[in-house]
């Protein structure tokens, strides 16, 4: 019998700082300084002082975002994330600067990039490793990483530069009983589906323990339950740590609990890890002090739909660009 903690970011986007992030606080809509990668790392280091076995994983959306982390193309992220010490992350926008550069900053990772659909157009073979296995106390774990499939669909062409994506099913069974040949008592899904095509992903695959659920930024405040799988997202932009705990007995998982850990503002930063946020942030900091104009509106990702239009308005008057 084993006791482990999940612990989840997806689709930080770049936030490396704290930020204003929306609540809905007795039914007023309010906004709470939240985030940042440096008190991230203090509530990770907390639950790793506590729990025997704690495991960190990324749903991606990471590498791309914010305007310090685009302009460096990623680059600048790399010794925060190492400094987190991930288990294994997959992603989506991480491919903004093409697979290839992408594999450049893969190689500077401690730790994996998993995609079970990512294949190479020339060869079809897979781009990154589909796959991993975990021993954590007496149980092993097999964690198959799914990528957004939509890269080489909707999003502009050079992101998807040589390679294809599949929907991530079509080799998972394979992929499952390859880990269980090799001993894995837990299967662990490492996704960018997003969360209405991961439920069908549970409901198709019987043995799939658990869902790490990216992409649609859904603040799951308990894990959803599909076909005996747990599906846990975290919100997004790192304004929460998802923890998922799970006792594990001979391969099923006989107790869980889990919380949706809020960023909070009362929570001290990392000095180690702040340290590298500065040095990522330092080339940008004066231009991002410049007040280029002034809204009374919140302008947040929520409202975007609703504000594209306004917002495009705006960056169009303060720019003089056309889009
Ligand atoms: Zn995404």
């Known amino acids: 019998m084993t006791t482990m903690t999940f612990l989840q970011l997806n689709d930080v986007h770049g936030y490396l700082h704290e930020h204003p992030e929306w609540f809905l606080q007795d039914g007023k809509e309010t906004f709470r300084q939240v985030g940042?990668?440096?008190?991230?790392?203090?509530?990770i280091d907390r639950i790793r002082a506590e729990e025997e076995h704690v495991l960190l994983f990324d749903n991606g959306d990471t590498f791309h975002g914010t305007y310090p982390v685009v302009k460096t193309k990623g680059e600048s992220l790399i010794p925060i994330l190492n400094e987190l010490g991930f288990d294994a992350m997959t992603g989506h926008w991480d491919f903004a600067y093409g697979p290839e550069h992408l594999q450049q900053l893969v190689q500077q990772l401690h730790y994996p990039f998993l995609a079970n659909n990512c294949?190479?157009?020339?060869t079809d073979e897979l781009l990154f490793p589909p796959s991993m296995l975990l021993p954590v106390g007496d149980t092993m774990i097999g964690i198959i990483g799914i990528a957004s499939p939509i890269i080489d669909k909707t999003m502009p062409a050079s992101f998807s530069e040589g390679v294809y994506f599949t929907n991530g099913d079509e080799r998972l069974q394979e992929e499952i009983d390859h880990l269980k040949e090799r001993?894995?008592?837990?299967?662990v899904i490492l996704s960018h589906l997003g969360f209405p095509q991961e439920t069908k992903l549970a409901e198709s695959f019987d043995d799939i323990d658990i869902i790490?659920?990216?992409?649609?930024?859904?603040?799951l405040t308990e894990p959803a339950t599909v076909n005996d799988t747990l599906l846990i997202q975290s919100g997004c932009h790192g304004s929460f740590l998802g923890k998922l705990t799970v006792t594990v007995?001979?391969?099923?998982?006989?107790?869980?609990?889990h919380d949706l850990l809020e960023a909070e503002a009362s929570i001290p930063e990392h000095a180690e890890t702040k340290a590298l946020v500065d040095e990522a942030m330092a080339p940008f900091e004066q231009s991002l002090q410049q007040v280029i104009g002034t809204t009374e509106l919140p302008l947040h990702c929520l409202f975007l739909l609703l504000f594209k239009q306004r917002l495009l308005d705006f960056i169009i008057n303060c720019t003089n660009k056309q889009f």
């Open 36 to 43: 940042g990668y440096a008190r991230l790392k203090t509530m």
């Open 119 to 122: 294949f190479q157009k020339e």
């Open 183 to 187: 001993g894995a008592e837990l299967i």
């Open 212 to 219: 790490l659920s990216g992409h649609t930024h859904n603040r």
């Open 249 to 257: 007995e001979r391969g099923k998982i006989v107790h869980y609990t």
